[in-house]
């Protein structure tokens, strides 16, 4: 398993980083990314506070990390900025908080993070035609997610896949350990979201190319 969005106590997650992730190494995952929620109040102290832990799992763990941020209800106005903050602080993985069907999110974010330097659109909702073919058009991630709520949207999200081919990937937005998921578990959420059997493996294959992109060590999966 490769999840490239989680949380720790760094924002709402029940769990220091570390733990989660000795945690996730025991499930099976071979990477995983911390992308705590953030906006201008606590940006600078999150990103250095993973870049560190990060540092020291990658030394000492057998499971590899990845160091990000999730951009969370900030005003669509001021998502490139503060995406280029993110990046100049020294995240790897940067998502945004999509327009989720279950919260009130500003409409016009998935737009305008997708025309942003960023890597993921995190359970988008109802995501637009036109927004699909601009995730294709930059190869940036769009996310069919395990949690509940978020996941509503996945057959729409796949739907689309299939018509405009942007990099589909699955996440589990985990929050508590309880939220980590096997490789076995993450086919069948696939397979839910109306990815033919056959396709599975391009999912997964998404999600290990990103990886890979950010990781500055190897990996074997």
Known sequence: MIDLHTHTILSDGDLIPS???RRADEKGYKVIAFTDHVDFSNIDFVIPAIIRVCEKINLNFRIKAIPGVEITHVNPV??????????????????????????????GTNKKALESD??????????????????????????ISARKGH??????????WYEYEF???????????????????????????????????????????????????????
């Open 167 to 221: 990099p589909l990937i699955l996440n589990t937005d985990a929050h508590s350990p309880d939220d980590l998921i096997t490789d076995d578990f993450a086919k069948k959420i696939i397979v839910s979201a109306g990815i033919k059997v056959e396709d599975v493996n391009k999912v997964f294959h998404n999600s290990y190319i990103l990886a890979k992109s950010k990781l500055d060590i190897g990996f074997e999966i």
């Open 151 to 160: 996941s509503f949207s996945n057959g729409h999200v796949s739907r689309l």
């Open 118 to 143: 960023i890597d993921i659109l995190a359970h988008p909702g109802l995501l637009s035609e036109d927004e699909a073919k601009i995730a294709a058009e930059r190869k940036i991630s769009i996310e």
């Open 19 to 21: 733990e989660l992730a």
């Open 78 to 107: 001021d998502i490139p900025n503060i995406v280029k903050i993110s990046r100049n602080l020294g995240a790897k993985i940067i998502i945004v908080h999509g327009e989720t069907i279950v919260e009130p999110v500003a409409k």
